[in-house]
């Protein structure tokens, strides 16, 4: 019995994958799972209790191109990455529009940097070169952003379940649509 619904379920995939809008089901399919993914490792943070607070002082400023394909780039198609003296992992400023440019040109090796980073990623700091999220970011006095707009940036998790949801429901229309044409065209013959 096993193998029979195998061997139908085998072929029900052929049938989806050699279609014409196969490889479209397939796209919106690593969609849904990139959409999982991205929800899945999100940071759990809903209030200020739900953060540490980090401080260090700057050993450099990376910028890093996020569209590297446009022809016309662009300040915005920057993000930027900070390097602590006191940790091996990289920070990442990321959930409040802030003045990048201005910072990154102003600030100096050993300022005074402090981030507030989810409690959950505390196990981050010393792991070499990993990303971890900043909800906030003060440089000496200067503070771009805070903990607060932070959160506000962060939102509730909608953008990756309208991912999921949305290449869902497409999939499914689309894979109905393969197989109810192909279920129509056998009938014909």
């Given at each position: 019995?096993?193998?029979?619904?195998?061997?139908?379920?085998?072929?029900?995939?052929?049938?989806?994958?050699?279609?014409k809008n196969g490889k479209l089901v397939f796209f919106f399919a690593i969609t849904t799972l990139g959409g999982i993914y991205l929800y899945c490792?999100?940071?759990?943070?809903?209030?200020?209790?739900?953060?540490?607070?980090?401080?260090?002082?700057?050993?450099?400023?990376?910028?890093?191109?996020?569209?590297?394909?446009?022809?016309?780039?662009?300040?915005?198609?920057?993000?930027?990455?900070?390097?602590?003296?006191?940790?091996?992992?990289?920070?990442?400023?990321?959930?409040?529009?802030?003045?990048?440019?201005?910072?990154?040109?102003?600030?100096?090796?050993?300022?005074?940097?402090?981030?507030?980073?989810?409690?959950?990623?505390?196990?981050?700091?010393?792991?070499?070169?990993?990303?971890?999220?900043?909800f906030s970011l003060a440089v000496n006095d200067k503070i771009y952003f805070s903990a607060d707009s932070g959160l506000m940036g962060f939102g509730?998790?909608?953008?990756?379940?309208?991912?999921?949801?949305?290449?869902?429901?497409?999939?499914?229309?689309?894979?109905?649509?393969?197989?109810?044409?192909?279920?129509?065209?056998?009938?014909?013959?």
């Amino acid at each position: 019995m096993l193998v029979g619904s195998n061997s139908k379920m085998t072929k029900i995939l052929k049938e989806i994958w050699s279609s014409k809008n196969g490889k479209l089901v397939f796209f919106f399919a690593i969609t849904t799972l990139g959409g999982i993914y991205l929800y899945c490792v999100r940071p759990s943070v809903s209030t200020i209790t739900d953060l540490t607070k980090i401080n260090g002082t700057l050993d450099h400023i990376e910028q890093v191109s996020v569209y590297t394909n446009r022809i016309k780039k662009t300040e915005g198609d920057s993000t930027y990455h900070f390097y602590l003296n006191e940790y091996t992992s990289k920070f990442h400023p990321s959930y409040f529009p802030y003045d990048g440019k201005d910072l990154y040109k102003s600030a100096k090796y050993n300022d005074s940097i402090t981030f507030h980073i989810a409690k959950e990623e505390i196990d981050q700091l010393y792991v070499f070169d990993a990303k971890i999220r900043s909800f906030s970011l003060a440089v000496n006095d200067k503070i771009y952003f805070s903990a607060d707009s932070g959160l506000m940036g962060f939102g509730k998790g909608y953008f990756e379940l309208g991912m999921i949801i949305i290449s869902l429901i497409i999939n499914l229309f689309l894979i109905k649509k393969i197989l109810y044409k192909n279920k129509t065209a056998s009938n014909n013959i």
